[in-house]
């Protein structure tokens, strides 16, 4: 066989197998294509790209694949505005829907006003950092140190430090995203529906004395609270005050009425209220360190 006819036979081979290929990948493509909904990117487009996880899913994408098959609400989406909300249900041809609105609750009111620290902490600002450091020397090893953490993650400036180095929580622009719940070194913010309006302001698990010794606004575990509301809504575990939500509809104000150091609030539109027993906290500078 001579080059030319050798080289004419790999060539034909050649066009041949790629013929063979071409034929398989489109069976292959027929055979495993997956339809999927245009009206997909469509919304993912409406969606602010946040992918801040509050709707429940992993992300704007996934949330607007459950958009599409009618397995989620445009309303669960608390960083949309209700315009576009609206916009995407009217796209959709659905109902805009009904969800509470979440915001991130910080279980400490011990600001340097009114919570000893028994060292100056004295290193990179981060609260994880601190707590790495003998518990960032504050008395109450469950309190807020104050260092930002929170407000610095919060892609949403839903959260600022106030004068006493207290995290603050701007209700109207919370999106219950959680990143703040995660980044907490001491487990001091959760999510709630703003209708739990009982809350206990206190993670301290000392008991009496030791508890206000560390923070004059601690949780004394004294049962008045538990004393005072209606059953089961308000129980003592590890010294501290704990509120049952699944009796949410029990709560009223009579529970912090006689609460001596304020530990446990009322939360409402007017913002946080404590009981008439309550010490009354008028020093404005920062405790003196121990």
């Known amino acids: 066989m001579s080059d030319f006819q050798t080289i004419g036979v790999a060539v034909a081979f050649m066009a ?26 469509e919304v993912e487009e409406m969606l602010p790209h946040a992918n801040c ?11 607007a694949e459950r958009l599409t098959k009618g ?9 949309s505005s209700k315009e576009m909300g609206q916009a995407i249900a009217r796209h959709l041809g659905v109902s805009l829907g ?11 009111a011990g600001g340097t006003h009114v919570a000893l ?7 990179l600002k981060s609260c994880r950092a601190a707590t790495l450091v003998s518990g960032g020397g504050k008395a109450c090893a469950w309190g807020c140190l104050g260092l ?27 999106t219950a995203c959680g990143d703040c719940v995660a980044v907490c070194p001491r487990d001091l913010f959760e999510i709630h529906p703003v209708s739990h ?13 030791a508890a206000e010794n560390a923070c004059e606004v601690a949780c004394t575990a004294c049962e008045r609270c538990v004393m005072d509301a209606p059953e089961g809504l308000v129980q003592i575990s590890n010294n501290l005050a704990t509120v049952d939500y699944g009796k949410n509809a029990l709560a009223s104000r009579i529970a912090i009425e006689r ?9 409402d539109d007017q913002g946080m209220s404590k009981g008439r027993d309550a010490k009354k906290v008028v020093r404005k500078e920062a405790l003196p360190v121990a």
């Open 16 to 41: 041949a197998f790629g013929i063979i290929l071409s034929l398989i990948l489109v069976a292959a493509n027929k055979r495993l294509f997956v339809y999927e909904d245009p009206r997909i990117d």
């Open 71 to 79: 397995e989620a609400e445009p309303a669960q989406c608390t960083v």
């Open 98 to 108: 009904k969800v509470e609105k979440r915001v991130a609750r910080l279980a400490c």
């Open 117 to 123: 620290m028994r060292a100056n902490y004295s290193g």
């Open 148 to 174: 930002g953490d929170c407000e610095a993650v919060c892609d949403f400036t839903a959260i600022s430090m106030d004068r006493h180095g207290l995290p603050q929580v701007d209700v109207e622009r919370c």
């Open 259 to 267: 609460c001596p150091t304020g530990a446990i609030v009322w939360l």
């Open 53 to 63: 996880g509050a709707c429940g899913s992993a992300g704007c994408r996934p949330f």
């Open 197 to 209: 309006r009982l809350w206990v302001a206190c993670k301290n698990q000392e008991f009496g004395a």
